[in-house]
């Protein structure tokens, strides 16, 4: 028997309204991955990668292009214009890192922290690769934006050393007046005198640098280092400045030279650790150990009578005993001997 209702009409959503609804899903999948995607951005490890990465792409984009105006036309650049280069891509790296990862933007600079116990060990490798990385890329942009001049400066050819010679403007490269292990020394100590200097500019028990102008003085530092020690060895002072962009030369063309030129190439790896560490442990102990140590003082032994007798700290409980002699099980309180009427005690840090 047919139904006597009439079946109801259901009136199909308009184009606009569906338009609407789609846009509204979407939103609403798309917020969960943001929400996603900023709590992995946000996680402390992560920021640190992202910090020293990008730090240290551009001081050196802003080192190796100032390096790229010397080598390729003498009437723009300028030795004192890489040092300039470099010292100030190191402030804007520290602007950019600095109060993330502390912008160390140097291999070794974070191996001397990590030695020392001022940063984990566990951050050792996320640190050195996020620097690698950033340093290789760098090299890979100034190699995007100087290619023309690169090639037409050496006439169609990638040229290690010599009068035409390019790869110098990615890595360092010990000159003719150097032996390895004198340009060894060089890089040791020079590092060493960068690790020190930056230790006093930021200790507050010292005479650091005002407050916000950390970046502009460490930038000074190494322009300082460049003009007055930098001849010898190139002053890499930092394997993550020299091995990603030599690297990235022999991958782009400029072949097995970059490698075995004077077998120069691990000692701008090796020489800066080692160098930062000494260097460390230099200002450690004529600089640091030597300052007098504040006495701390106990926060849970005050005075709390009237007549100004030291009261037993709060974490004591009050000492009780049992008169044996009595029948009565009634406790009562033992008088302990007070130390010193002093208003507090003072514990020397070794």
């Avoid at 291999?107 to 990590?114: G, N």
Wanted: proline share 7%.
């Amino acid at each position: 028997m047919a139904s006597q209702h009439s079946p109801k009409r259901f009136k199909s959503m308009s184009r606009p309204d569906r338009t609407s609804r789609a846009t509204q899903d979407t939103k609403m999948t798309l917020l969960p991955v943001k929400t996603r995607v900023q709590a992995v951005l946000q996680m402390a490890m992560v920021r640190e990668f992202l910090a020293e990465f990008l730090s240290t792409y551009i001081m050196m984009v802003f080192g190796l292009g100032s390096v790229a105006h010397w080598v390729l036309s003498k009437d723009l650049g300028s030795y004192l214009g890489v040092n300039l280069g470099f010292g100030f891509g190191v402030t804007m790296g520290i602007h950019i890192a600095g109060n993330i990862s502390g912008a160390h933007m140097n291999a070794a600079i974070t191996f001397t922290s990590c030695a020392l116990g001022r940063l984990p060990w566990k951050k050792f490798p996320v640190y050195v690769l996020s620097q690698f990385l950033g340093s290789f890329l760098a090299a890979a942009t100034t190699f995007l934006l100087f290619y023309g001049a690169i090639m037409s400066f050496s006439g169609e050819q990638l040229i290690v050393s010599g009068p035409l010679g390019t790869a110098g403007i990615f890595a360092t490269y010990l000159p003719d007046h150097m032996t390895l292990w004198r340009g060894f020394l060089s890089e040791v100590i020079v590092t060493g005198l960068l690790q020190l200097c930056i230790m006093a500019i930021t200790d507050k028990k010292n005479s650091p640098a005002l407050e916000g102008t950390h970046a502009v003085v460490i930038g000074i530092l190494v322009v300082i280092i460049g003009i007055s020690l930098g001849m010898n060895s190139g002053y890499a002072i930092n394997p993550s400045r020299d091995l990603p962009p030599r690297f990235f030369t022999f991958i782009a063309g400029w072949g097995n030279e970059v490698f075995s030129t004077k077998n120069w190439w691990w000692v701008p790896v090796v020489a800066p650790i080692l160098g930062a560490y000494l260097g460390g442990l230099v200002y450690l102990v004529f600089i640091e150990y030597s300052f007098p140590q504040e006495p701390q003082i106990l926060e849970n032994y005050k005075v709390s009578k009237d007549d100004g007798t030291p009261a037993l700290p709060k974490t004591q409980p009050p000492l009780t005993s049992v008169n044996p002699n009595s029948v009565s099980t009634e406790v009562t309180p033992t008088v302990k001997s007070a130390p010193p009427p002093n208003d507090t005690i003072y514990i020397e840090h070794l």
